[in-house]
């Protein structure tokens, strides 16, 4: 007899679509503003401050939804994020905190080591 519970989903039925639903909100409204910014504006003091500060604008955001999507189809893929470090142990909510700011900081950080912010 073939088992019946085998569902094709790796998801759990427990799983909310809310976060992705904010992210994709989130992904949103930061594109209308690079488009308003691009598109739109010709001239003024927004448009200066976005091309002196465009990491700040531009990379810094795309790096914490980057960070965000990746910690969340990690989790979603995997399983529960836990782990320890330095006898620090990351269990429940604190996890994919941890590991979204680890993957934040690591893009950052290359982000100032390739980018000549000059």
């Known amino acids: 007899m073939p088992p019946t519970d085998v569902t094709p989903d790796a998801r ?8 992705y639903l ?15 910014v691009t598109f ?3 001239a003024g003091w927004i ?3 976005f091309r002196d500060h465009y990491v ?10 980057l960070a965000y999507f990746l910690v ?5 893929t995997r399983g ?3 782990f320890e470090f330095i006898g620090l142990k990351f269990k429940g909510a604190s996890g994919p905190i941890i590991m979204w700011v680890v993957v934040f900081l690591a893009l950052v950080v290359s982000m100032r080591v390739v980018w000549p912010l000059t």
């Open 80 to 82: 529960k994020i836990e």
């Open 47 to 49: 448009l200066v401050l």
């Open 12 to 19: 759990s039925p427990n799983t909310s679509w809310a976060p």
């Open 56 to 65: 700040f604008f531009v990379g810094l955001p795309f790096a914490g939804l």
């Open 40 to 42: 739109y504006w010709q």
């Open 22 to 36: 904010c992210g994709l909100v989130a992904l949103a409204c930061y594109l209308a503003f690079i488009g308003l």
């Open 72 to 76: 969340g189809a990690l989790e979603n």
